[in-house]
């Protein structure tokens, strides 16, 4: 059974910084391509990051780029997503997402909460 696992989330001031993991098992980890998403109380789900299978392409949110970078460790089975300078905004709660690439399946972890705030 394919299993999507965040960690990282909690507590932190403005201006702090978080790393999410997300810990997959029982998936052919490199043929996926990974989504972080978040979600806020009120609000509709958002895209924040993605990179693709092999890691070379990654693309982000116009309100994250310069603060998150997203990566991957394909032996580790492992998705992160570094926040740096965070800000009140980005307040919610985080989701991993894989999709393979040619679109067979996708799967969503439980998602981890990140909260900003002084």
């Known amino acids: 059974q394919v299993q999507l696992v965040e960690s990282g989330g909690g507590l932190v001031q403005p201006g702090g910084s978080l790393r999410l993991s997300c810990s997959a098992s029982?998936?052919?980890?490199?043929?996926?391509?990974l989504r972080w998403f978040r979600q806020a109380p009120g609000k509709e789900r958002e895209l924040v990051a993605q990179?693709?299978?092999?890691?070379?392409?990654?693309t982000y949110a116009d309100s994250v780029k310069g603060r998150f970078t997203i990566s991957r460790d394909n032996v580790k089975n492992t998705l992160y997503l570094q926040m740096n300078s965070l800000k009140s905004d980005d307040t919610a709660v985080y989701f991993c997402?894989?999709?393979?690439?040619?679109?067979?399946?996708?799967?969503w972890g439980q998602g981890t909460q990140v909260t900003v705030s002084s």
């Open positions: 997402h894989a999709r393979h690439r040619w679109g067979v399946d996708d799967y």
């Open positions: 029982e998936l052919t980890f490199r043929l996926y391509d």
């Open positions: 990179i693709g299978s092999a890691g070379g392409s990654t």
